[in-house]
Nanobody
């Protein structure tokens, strides 16, 4: 079992940056592939980025490529999402997720955080 707590969301202007963090409980963080997802108002939850257990494999949604960077620090049980050049369409609740084993780019994750709101003003 792992518990996930996101932080770092907020209000930012178009073109600005935010760094989201997701802190995981437990002593086996490196056993989990980690993902970031988001859900905009009135839309379904969508994949943003994912990183394998030791960071050797990273995947991004097309909407995130070139603007977002996922990383992790297994010594701190934390995964990050650096978001640059933010646009109003990036406005959403951002969730981190964890699954044991290999990384996937769909919602086949076992554990989810409560989410953090990101709002990009135009």
């Amino acid at each position: 079992q792992v518990q996930l707590v996101e932080s770092g969301g907020g209000l930012v202007q178009t073109g600005g940056s935010l760094r989201l963090s997701c802190a995981a409980s437990g002593r086996t963080f490196s056993s989990y592939a980690m993902g970031w997802f988001r859900q905009a108002p009135g839309k379904g939850r969508e994949f943003v980025a994912a990183i394998s257990r030791f960071g050797s494999s990273i995947n991004y949604a097309d909407s995130a490529k070139g603007r977002f960077t996922i990383s992790r620090d297994n010594t701190k049980n934390t995964v990050y999402l650096q978001m640059d050049s933010l646009q109003p369409e990036d406005t959403a609740i951002y969730y981190c997720a964890a699954r044991q084993g290999f990384v996937v780019v769909d919602n086949r994750y076992d554990y989810w955080g409560q989410g953090t709101q990101v709002t990009v003003s135009s």
